[in-house]
């Protein structure tokens, strides 16, 4: 038997400064991130042992370090960095999908919130 399973880190959230607007890069905006792992549970749910599955406090850290040390244009971008960064540190992972979203992006107009979504599979 195998064990599938989905570990998700929703909404995390940062203040940095990515944008294609040289004021975006000034001023910085709220940035918000979700990374859904795809593994095998089997192990962690037999033994209870976190060295058996991945560990998001390990994760967050990952994303805190690309979301607030860098300056992007694009969120694209940032998403891309994420995914091959989790698969890379976290072999554990076999496919992620990570959320980039804007809070406010510049638009012209009303508009919650712009989002780029990376899917990234072993």
């Known amino acids: 038997m195998t064990c599938k399973g989905t570990v998700r880190l929703m909404n995390a959230v940062f203040y940095a400064h990515h944008g294609v607007m040289q004021e975006e890069h000034r001023i910085g905006g709220r940035y918000e991130v979700d990374v859904i792992m795809r593994l095998d549970f089997q192990k962690a749910a037999e033994t ?35 995914g091959e960064a989790v698969m890379h540190k976290f072999t ?22 712009a989002e780029a979504v990376f899917e990234i599979i072993r």
Not at 98 to 113: A, L
């Open 48 to 82: 209870d042992e976190l060295d058996a599955t991945v560990d998001y406090g390990a994760v967050y850290e990952v994303i805190r370090e690309l979301v607030t040390t860098n300056k992007f244009y694009l969120i694209e971008r940032l998403a891309f960095l994420i």
């Open 92 to 113: 554990i992972v076999e496919a992620a999908e990570v959320t980039v979203r804007k809070v406010n992006p510049p638009v012209g107009g009303t508009c919650d919130k």
